[in-house]
């Protein structure tokens, strides 16, 4: 018997964390559940957080349901997750801090109860 995956959208608000956003994406990357939807917003960083993540998009696109990338002039961090929630497609929702990681099995466990 086949169970068909709810989508689970992923926002990843991005400022100034060059060093860790990769991992951050690559945690969501790594999700043994897959039909995931990922945003990634910059929310206008001056360091290289725009490039690194940029690195990473033609394996998102390939990994993701769907997968957006989108960079703009500084707006906060409620301004950037509300601005994503009206995107999102999921039927579930969770934010992922771009200096952090989730567990490979994170979004399965969860989608299980």
């Not at 033609?58 to 509300?82: D, Q, V, Y």
Request: net charge negative; aromatic share 8%.
């Amino acid at each position: 018997m086949i169970i068909e995956q709810s989508l689970v959208s992923i926002i990843i608000p991005s400022y100034n964390h060059e060093r860790f956003v990769c991992d951050s994406i690559r945690s969501v990357i790594d999700q043994s559940y897959q039909n995931i939807e990922l945003i990634v917003i910059d929310d206008g960083s001056t360091d290289s957080s725009v490039e690194k993540i940029q690195g990473l998009i033609p394996l998102c696109e390939k990994r993701f349901i769907r997968f957006e990338f989108r960079h703009r002039p500084n707006k906060g961090l409620s301004a950037t997750l509300n601005e994503a929630l009206e995107w999102t497609q999921g039927e579930y929702f969770s934010s992922l801090a771009s200096d952090d990681i989730i567990l490979k099995d994170k979004i399965k466990i969860q989608s299980e109860f």
